[in-house]
Nanobody, 120 residues
């Protein structure tokens, strides 16, 4: 199972950016998908998460500014980010909790990370 993230880059404070992450490979279904981030010198933290039926939860720091969504037909998760500030600068990682049949188990998979830099 591979996760390919895209959409990172340099954006000015107050700007917007949309991240995408496509999941491919051999799996039966995908449960929860999410985005995490890791800023320099800090631990990785949850940004947003979405269940297979669309239930979402967000870190307090991004509520009202970020929106997570998913396209189950494309096995893709998105993160729309707006009102960005320097505090949002980090490497963003996508995550997918996928169910495999052989052996039957849920496994967490991670993308390679995409850098978001908020700076003027």
């Amino acid at each position: 199972v591979q996760l390919q993230a895209s959409g990172g880059g340099l954006v000015q404070p107050g700007g917007s950016l949309r991240l995408s992450c496509a999941v491919s490979g051999s799996f039966f279904s995908i449960n929860t998908m999410g985005w995490y981030r890791q800023a320099p010198g800090k631990q990785r933290e949850l940004v947003a998460r979405i269940s297979s039926v669309g239930s979402t939860n967000y870190a307090d720091s991004v509520k009202g500014r970020f929106t997570i969504s998913r396209d189950n037909a494309k096995n893709t998760v998105y993160l729309q980010m707006s009102a960005l500030s320097s505090e949002d600068t980090a490497v963003y990682y996508c995550n997918a909790n996928a169910f495999k049949l052989v052996p039957p188990e849920y496994v967490d998979y991670w993308g390679q990370g995409t850098l978001v830099t908020v700076s003027s």
